[in-house]
């Protein structure tokens, strides 16, 4: 299927949005979840999208930008994602592998405006030293606003100009690299929830993990609702021992410091 004009439009406007809440990390917009699920809806294609952010979700969990280092950039994955499996085709877990170079190109451009937009600092030091708000808020919005340009003219090209070549691409690809890409995306959402439990799971939380395996594994449903309600119900138990931990032990150390006061005022 093809996109229309007014649909590339939407699509760099929507990119716009999200890319600057990447760029702030404000509001977590930006996640491939969402994204994917905006792309699905702005295309007329809601479950592609909601099956596409899953996947893509997955395969971004413990991609992270720490300090100056970025990531793939989940955006382009996001939306290219649901953009190919819906122009080509493709289902999602082949259009995953098929978005990354579009990802890579964008952590690219981004690791490029880190480096480019230092030169902007010595003028920003200035400011700040002259206490001249006004002029570090334009600067700020000058370089932001750089940045959400950019987000919407790759979304656009990527997915509007550059759709026949790109469709061109993937039905003169062979059949076993096709498939290549299928196995390739249906292992990533694998490969990017592992790297998030490395960085996040605890001794203390195994137990959690065998049980929702168990529960995943080997207890039929229509849908993943009933493993969210079991996760949110595990989620509970922790917060609310927690937090009784909490209490006991501020009572206790009330109760401590008024057997060690005999009434005496040190004399």
Known sequence: MAITLAQGIALAIMAIIVGVDFWLEALFIFRPIIVCTLTGIILGNVPLGLMAGGLTELAFAGLTPAGGTQP???????????????TTGKDPATAIGLALPFSFLMQYIILFYYSSFSLFMKRADKYAEEADAKSLTRLNMLTTGIVAVTYGVVVFLCAYVAQDAMQALVKAMPEWLTHGFEIAGGILPAVGFGMLLKVMLKGEFVPYLILGFVIASFIPFSNLLPVAVVGVAMALI??????????????????????????????
Request: charged share 20%; net charge negative.
């Open 72 to 86: 793939p950039n989940p955006v382009l994955a996001g939306v290219m994602t649901t953009v190919i499996a819906y």
């Open 238 to 267: 922790v917060f609310n021992n927690e937090r009784n931990n909490r209490k006991t032990a501020a009572a206790a150390g009330v109760a401590a410091e008024g057997e060690g006061d005999d009434g005496n005022e040190g004399i």
